[in-house]
């Protein structure tokens, strides 16, 4: 079943966006990202130690070679508009069609906070300990005080996406089309056509140069790297600010292993 409600659709782009468990947005930009690290620390040693293994040339061509078509076949995957693919590009058209749900309204109660900022009175604040407690400190975002910082918080990140002012604030506030008009607009910016098509010409498909359709296309490193920061920088935005919520902290995820192990055996 489709969702249809505001809170289902947000559910549904939160999923796209970041579940592990699917090929979110986020899973296969660390994954690009991840590779490009990778490969930036291998070309560092080599550069520090000429004659050390890595500089062998099928391990250099090794590495060049996979490194290319999967950074890519990465970047073509994530700017997809094919309606049964997981993408960046199928989000944001999906999001400005469904514009109307994004009222000030909605954008608070998917956060389960309440529209009207909450006030408390002269008994409610006595109450509150000024002294902090020894040991850890826990604030429930579910108390009192954090509801009330954190509803005047979407409250104002909601009027920067809208273009609100506080004075003017209401309920059925949108954030316009534009907006996403705008982060579309950005990412082609960013060189990502030219990977995008040496990606479905030479990797995902054996393309014929002789075909009226052939493009040639030269895409450089910078285009790659340009198309990345454009892509994250767009997926921040919408899992951050449009959706209000989580955000990737650090766009290349920490290891759950040591990936220089061995090699200090390499440097010297």
């Known amino acids: 079943m489709s969702p249809k409600g505001p809170l289902d659709l947000r559910a549904k782009w939160i999923r796209q966006m970041g579940n592990p468990q699917i090929h979110s947005v986020w899973g296969q930009l660390w994954k690009m990202i991840y590779s490009d690290l990778n490969l930036r620390t291998i070309g560092l040693i080599t550069d520090l130690e000429p004659t050390c293994p890595l500089n062998n040339p099928m391990v250099r061509r090794l590495a060049i070679e996979g490194y290319a078509p999967l950074q890519a076949l990465g970047i073509r995957r994530l700017w997809s508009d094919r309606r049964d693919d997981i993408s960046l590009k199928r989000i944001l058209h999906e999001m400005k069609r469904k514009v109307s749900v994004f009222t000030g309204e909605n954008y608070l109660s998917w956060s389960g906070l309440p529209y009207s900022t909450p006030s408390f009175t002269d008994e409610e604040l006595s109450k509150v300990s000024v002294r902090p407690l020894p040991g850890s400190a826990f604030v429930s975002p579910d108390s009192p005080i954090m509801v009330k910082i954190r509803t005047s918080q979407a409250h104002e990140q909601f009027d920067r996406l809208s273009k609100t002012s506080p004075e003017n604030r209401k309920p ?93 055996n390499i440097i010297s």
């Open 172 to 264: 059925s506030d949108r954030i316009p089309e534009r907006l996403f008009e705008a982060l579309e607009n950005h990412v082609p910016k960013s060189g990502i056509n030219k990977v995008v098509i040496w990606s479905s010409q030479y990797v995902a498909h054996a393309g014929d140069p002789d075909d009226p359709y052939w493009k040639d296309v030269d895409p450089t490193w910078g285009d790659i790297e340009s198309s990345q920061r454009a892509l994250a920088q767009v997926a921040q935005i919408i899992s951050g600010q449009v959706l209000n919520g989580p955000a990737s902290a650090q766009l290349v995820p920490t290891a759950q292993y040591d990936r220089f192990e061995y090699l200090e």
